[in-house]
């Protein structure tokens, strides 16, 4: 048991064995995974996805039945409570909780918590978080510009200068790679030998993996200029 382990919800406090023997927490990371022509791949971080918060226990004493009671009124109103124990501490709303009624003074319990924010790690992650952003998607754009065959000179994570000018030939470029594809098709399907028929092809290839880089890249740039034009305000 973790008896010696201060725990609270809300304006409940947990004690002696209502202490519940683990806690579980942690969760994911939400992720963008672009797999790429070729091979390779691009992975973007989103942002975290809190697991639930469980544990369980056995209220107990002259105030057991007040204290179940608080804790089931909480989950009916979806209050968000502060969850604290150890070094942890969480903003949570009660998704479940049952309890079973022995005696006055005796009554099992278990707890299912929604994590709504988690102040420490926001505490951490606030000194630069759409610094970060920007400069994860600015990688992940310059990995693409050789695929691409359009350059990101000029662009920094600081500064939108250059921004407009790189989106710009983006955009040129993404069209008259459209046209190309098209033409390729078109010689494709009217190829009337072997051999035309094969250089075609590659060509299709070539421009369908040429059109789908500079396509994702131009996605990770305007998501940049977005983010970084937003931390500059």
């Known amino acids: 048991m973790m008896s010696n382990v201060v725990l609270t919800l809300g304006g409940v406090p947990f004690q002696d064995m209502e202490v519940p023997e683990k806690i579980n927490f942690g969760g994911k990371q939400r992720v963008a995974v672009q797999n790429l022509i070729g091979g390779g791949r691009v992975v973007s971080a989103l942002g975290l996805d809190d697991g639930a918060i469980s544990f369980a226990g056995i209220f107990s004493g002259t105030d057991a039945v007040s204290r179940a009671q608080e804790l089931d009124a909480a989950r009916a109103l979806g209050a968000q409570l502060p969850l604290v124990w150890s070094g942890f501490y969480y903003i949570v709303v009660i998704e479940t909780f049952t309890a079973e009624y022995r005696k006055p003074t005796l009554i099992p319990f278990s707890i299912t918590c929604v994590v709504v ?115 500059l305000l």
């Not at 590659?202 to 940049?224: E, K, T």
């Open 117 to 231: 924010t988690d102040p420490l790690a926001a505490a951490v992650n606030l000194v630069a978080p759409l610094a970060s952003l920007v400069s994860g998607d600015l990688a992940a754009a310059l990995g693409l510009s050789g695929q691409a065959g359009i350059s990101l000179q000029g662009l920094s994570a600081a500064s939108l200068a250059g921004f407009a000018a790189v989106q710009g030939q983006l955009g040129v470029g993404i069209s008259m790679m459209g046209g190309s594809l098209s033409a390729a098709a078109s010689a494709l399907n009217g190829a009337v030998t072997a051999d035309t028929g094969v250089t075609a092809l590659a060509s299709l290839g070539a421009v369908s993996g040429q059109l789908a880089g500079a396509m994702a890249m131009q996605g990770y740039v305007n998501r940049a200029a977005a983010n970084l034009g937003a931390s």
